[in-house]
């Protein structure tokens, strides 16, 4: 059990990444700019990795229909894309993507668009024939105590990385949310260098008080060997009167 489970988070986290750098290309091309795109700080768009381990578990079935896999991998993608979409704003009052009516002519309140699902109807297409068979064939052929090593510190910077981008999240002004991908990169460049300013500055507070002790101590030493020499002097003087 525990290693299905293991390999299920180690392709979740793959289809993620893979998502975050489809969506990193396609920010660069439109905006010309890089923007790290999605909710966390780090390089995973965990919708993607949801859509994909929904479309696994449901949708394998239908592999060998595939217009049907096709449609239903748009319901999925819909009703995951709505609802996160949804709880973000309601939850911590944010917007990661908005498709406004002004340029999307099937979008439903900004959350949805037809023109997004047709897309994520061939991913379903393509994770269920193609990318998860190559990735669960990679995966048997690694060492399980491997994997498991892989997932607990994939795990733990992930749970990190949550906890960091929800801080700067709830940092941000309240009045400033909306799309905050460009804001979320901006903020966590600033604590990443203000901590790093921090550490720089401990090191070279340490480092000083480091040479002060040293120099103290070596002052300490010299009086203590010209007072022995001292001594030394004054017996062999007297010795030799």
Known sequence: MMEVITKYFLTFIIISFAGWVVEELFALFISKEKVNRG??????????????????????QFKDNILLLFLLSMIICAVLEYLTSYLLEKTLNIKLWNYPKSEYKYSIHGRITLETLIPFGLLGIAVIEFINPFIESILNK?????????AIIIFIIGLIDLIFSIIIILKMDKNSKGDITKKKSEIAKEKIDNTTTEVRNTVKKTNDNVRKQ???????????????????RNSVRKKSN
């Open 39 to 60: 909710f966390l700080v780090g390089p995973i768009c965990p919708i993607y990795g949801f859509s994909a381990i929904l479309m696994i578990l449901l949708l394998n």
């Open 142 to 150: 690694m060492n399980i105590e491997a994997l498991y090593t892989i």
């Open 214 to 232: 040293l120099k103290n101590t070596s002052n300490t030493f010299k009086k203590s060997v010209q007072r022995v020499n001292d001594k030394v």
